[in-house]
């Protein structure tokens, strides 16, 4: 699991699709201020091996449709939101590499189409 707690981190974000949107959301999250990982969302990337009991230990959110506020399908990656207040916790799951199947057998069932997919 990669924790990406700041604009910098970008660089070991290797998917340049995945890179992109989490960048996106940086700017999202900040709202026009500068990134303040005390203040704004927190993000996280699934690496090879992660499975949902390791997401769940790592960001302290639980993997389960009641308990999280958004969960998106992008071409890249899956995209789980569980919001906070102003803050919360954002964790992209990509849809290659050596991705628990559990995980992504989870996204998938309970993903809906991002807004950028959906207009294609």
Known sequence: MLHVID?????LVEDGEIRALIAQRFEDFAQ???????????????????TIGTLEAITGCHLTPER???????????????????????IFIPKVGDVDEALLGFCRTHAAPAPDLKAA
């Open 7 to 11: 604009p910098d981190h970008l660089r």
């Open 32 to 50: 026009g201020e500068p990134y303040d990982p005390e203040l704004h969302a927190q993000a996280f990337l699934a690496q090879a091996g992660d």
């Open 68 to 90: 999280f506020d958004v969960l998106e399908e992008h071409d890249a990656c899956f995209e789980l939101v569980f919001a906070e207040g102003d803050a919360g916790t954002v």
